[in-house]
């Protein structure tokens, strides 16, 4: 079985920064791709950023030069670093993990961008 567990959620000001965090263990052998995804109330989940295999990153458009995402393999870790945050990316934010034909989630970290 394979676990994520989230943290870094908060409430932070427009303008501020977060960092997530997606701590993963168990029996994972190949990572064929992980990310962050995130959902707002009323709305569908939506991936925020995107890496697989080769190293291959993507964004979704509205958090280019925004945000980052990297992973420390030292530590079995995903990040998200977020800059500059806006209202609009208040949501909770989920990592996903996907390893052969199986996907597997975290339980989410709640992200509030308000003043």
């Known amino acids: 079985q394979v676990q994520l567990a989230e943290s870094g959620g908060g409430l932070v000001q427009p303008g501020g920064s977060l960092r997530l965090s997606c701590e993963t263990s168990g029996r994972i052998f190949i990572i064929n791709g992980m990310g962050w995804y995130r959902q707002a109330p009323g709305k569908q989940r939506e991936i925020v950023a995107g890496m697989v295999t080769g190293g291959i990153i993507r964004y979704v458009d509205s958090v280019k030069g925004r945000f980052t995402i990297s992973r420390d393999n030292t530590k079995n870790t995903l990040y998200l670093q977020m800059n500059n945050l806006k209202p609009e990316d208040t949501a909770v934010y989920y990592c996903?993990?996907?390893?052969?034909?199986?996907?597997?989630w975290g339980q989410g970290t709640q992200v509030i961008v308000s003043s």
């Open positions: 996903n993990l996907r390893q052969n034909d199986n996907e597997y």
